[in-house]
């Protein structure tokens, strides 16, 4: 029987070699001790790889333009040799994206199929929490448009990261997937939606729920023989 390793850290993005202020020490401790224990093992075929990619490289607020404002997770620094290296923002980011690539490719010359998710659609908006308010106290009647945001906005803000990503080049043991085709301009045209019909698909402001999730990983079921 096939079997699915959860190994995450709260605001900590799978990338070795690297602290975050919120997360602290740990987030380097268990990205590291994570990797070395998937390609220890042979078995272990495919390894899935999300993150909040854009504001790990950039460290900006997301601000939906109608709004929702939400701040990140904390301050992210590069490590070597178990401290803490002071660069420029730039510096940080270059290393950043050398290191992202790095560990894809490492997954993949040890033959690991590597399913990488590309950014999920951040909201501004906690979700559920703002649903309620508007059927509650406003009587909303609530249709996939509220609470949607722009897919044009999404596009842009994650420019870097997408090209990143796509950078890395084609290889038959990478596959990628786009929540994006999933989520926007799909149930509303030129947006990308948080809910359906009342029903969120988030359960913060940037966290997919089990609803909004299993629409990701329906796609990526189908690459896993």
Not at 42 to 53: D, G, P, S
Not at 161 to 166: R, Y
Request: include cysteine; charge should be positive.
């Amino acid at each position: 029987m096939s079997k699915i390793l959860v190994a995450i850290h709260a605001a900590c993005p799978p990338i070795p070699n690297m602290y975050t202020s919120f997360a602290g020490l740990n987030c380097y401790v268990h990205n590291n001790s994570s990797f070395k224990f998937l390609t220890a093992d042979a078995n272990k075929k495919y390894v899935i790889i999300a993150a909040r990619w854009t504001l790990t490289l950039s460290g900006e607020d997301f601000d939906n333009g109608e709004g929702g404002v939400e701040s990140g997770d904390g301050v992210i620094e590069i490590l070597e040799d178990g401290k803490i290296k002071h660069v420029s923002k730039s510096m940080k980011k270059e290393i950043l994206e050398t290191r992202i690539a790095n560990v894809i490719h490492d997954y993949i010359k040890l033959n690991k199929t590597v399913i990488l998710v590309y950014p999920i659609p951040e909201v501004g908006w906690n979700v559920p929490l703002t649903l309620a308010k508007q059927y509650l106290f406003n009587k909303v009647n609530l249709t996939s448009t509220n609470l949607s945001t722009s897919y044009v906005l999404y596009k842009t803000r994650n420019k870097e990261a997408i090209e990143l990503l796509d950078s890395i080049g084609a290889n038959q043991r990478l596959i990628r997937i786009y929540p994006d085709k999933i989520l926007c301009d799909t149930y509303v045209k030129d947006r990308c939606v948080a809910q359906i019909n009342g029903m969120p698909l988030y359960f913060n402001d940037d966290h997919l729920n089990t609803m909004g999730a299993n629409l990701v990983v329906k796609e990526i079921m189908k690459h896993i023989k």
